[in-house]
Every structure is written in structure tokens, then in C-alpha cells.
């Protein structure tokens, strides 16, 4: 598998060093490791060769009526304003 350095920093992947816009070959058995697919998956490492990019997730959306009734208990939150904390002033008599 090819993969590019696509960030701005040097990346490690064992005992290699990754250039910013260097391209490295690694074997399958590098490949599979959870520290490479993270990369891969944040968008540092660009996948040149070899698997295929893992799918972005889906996102669930929410039904119409869960969102009317979020949107009636915003409105019926109040908001009170934060306590104020640290020391009082003093008071001139």
C-alpha cells in the first residue's frame, strides 16, 4: 500500500520518517495497525495504492417530531445567569 504524508508535520510509522508530501510503501501488516487507519481516517495520510479508503460514517438523521419537541423544550428552558465567584469587593461606608 502507498500512502502520502498530506500534513504539514513529519510522521513516524515505525522506524520511518514521513516527509510532508512524501509518498511511502508499507505492507499490509503496517497497514492494518489502528495508529495507520487513524491517520488515514483524519485525512493526514492520503491512501495512494493498494485498500481502499474506509467510508465516511453516516449520520442518522433524527425524525421530524423528536426535533419539534427539542425545539418546545428550548423554549421552555430559562436562563439564569452564572454565579459570580472569586473575592467581593469591598464595601466603602
Do not use: C, H, W, Y
Amino acid at each position: 500500500m502507498k500512502l502520502r504524508n498530506r500534513s504539514v508535520k513529519i510522521i513516524s510509522v515505525g522506524t520511518t520518517v514521513v516527509l510532508p508530501d512524501e509518498t511511502i510503501e508499507i505492507d499490509e501488516k503496517k497497514a492494518s495497525l489502528p495508529s495507520i487507519k487513524a491517520l488515514i481516517g483524519a485525512g493526514l495520510f492520503e491512501v495512494i495504492e493498494g485498500a481502499q479508503k474506509a467510508p465516511k460514517k453516516a449520520v442518522k438523521a433524527e425524525p421530524e417530531e423528536e426535533v419539534e419537541e427539542a425545539e418546545e423544550e428550548a423554549e421552555n428552558v430559562v436562563l439564569e445567569a452564572p454565579k459570580k465567584r472569586g473575592r467581593k469587593t469591598a464595601v466603602k461606608e
